[in-house]
């Protein structure tokens, strides 16, 4: 078999021409379309990869933020509870202390009223009590309670104890203005003198003195000077009397479950006639002003 070397090149050739054109026009603008394509989804997939780490980021932060918004939101619960706490126990601390106040001053106010009945009725227990004796003593003895509370101031001067009548004494001496004697009556002029000689013989010397009426003695005498007292007056049976009669309603507030204390009655003083026995009289009362 011959073999037709022109036909072969010619073929050749042509193969190659096809081949090139093949490439030049074919395979090269699909290869570069290919490639393009790779590109291009290289770049999507890269945009898309940027774009779910920045949705991840997004979320991330969103989440932060909200976990911290968690957080405020406890915190201010929180506060507000704390707050709400505070107010309502300081609301209550000053509804207890205004409850106190006004349950003090209902307190204050039942003293004031108990203590202002005490004085009314210890003032009218005295009055009646003074009004019978000076009209018993007028009636038994046949003298009045102004001489017989004179006399008996008298007595005590001449009767005084040595360091009380030597008090009293330095004191007249030293004092720059008269002996003041108050009395809860006005004194006669025999009493008067009776008490300046009572005081000139007591201390052997002439002592200046000027008298007073006070009522708020109640049948009493005093005698006071340079801060020096000494008075006397039926007040001091009364006090005996008060004490008695405060501790049996004391007794008597008590609950009555308890088993109440007897109080010995204490003896009151007897007003009778001279030629009867005269109960024991009080002290004088030496007081330093």
Known sequence: MLI?????????????????????????????????????IAAELADADAKRAEAKKERDEFQHKN???????????????????????????????????LSTKRQEALRSDANNLNQAIRRRTQQEVFAITRKALTDLATTSLEERMSEVFTRRLRTMDGK????????????????????A???PAAQRAAIQNALNETFSA??????????????????TTNGQKI?????????????????LLKEKDKP????????????APKTEAKTASKPEEPKPETKHQ
């Open 4 to 40: 037709d070397w022109f036909t072969v090149g010619a073929q050749a050739l042509n193969f190659i021409i096809l081949v090139w054109l093949l490439k030049r026009f074919l395979y090269k603008p699909i290869l570069n379309a290919v490639d393009a394509r790779e590109q291009r």
């Open 67 to 101: 976990e911290e918004f968690d957080q405020q939101r406890a915190a201010l619960l929180s506060k507000a509870t704390d707050e709400a706490k505070a107010e309502r126990q300081r609301l209550l601390d000053e509804a207890r202390k205004a409850a106190d106040a």
């Open 164 to 183: 009380a009548k030597e008090g009293l004494g330095e004191a007249l001496k030293t004092a720059s203005e008269p002996a003041l004697v108050r009395s």
């Open 185 to 187: 009556f006005e004194l």
């Open 206 to 223: 002439e002592v200046h003195v000027r008298f007073e009426t006070a009522p708020d003695l109640v049948s009493g005498v005093e005698l």
């Open 231 to 247: 008075a006397w007056s039926i007040a001091d049976y009364l006090a005996s009397l008060e004490k008695g009669v405060g501790e």
């Open 256 to 267: 009555e479950a308890k088993t109440e204390p007897k109080l010995e009655p204490k003896p």
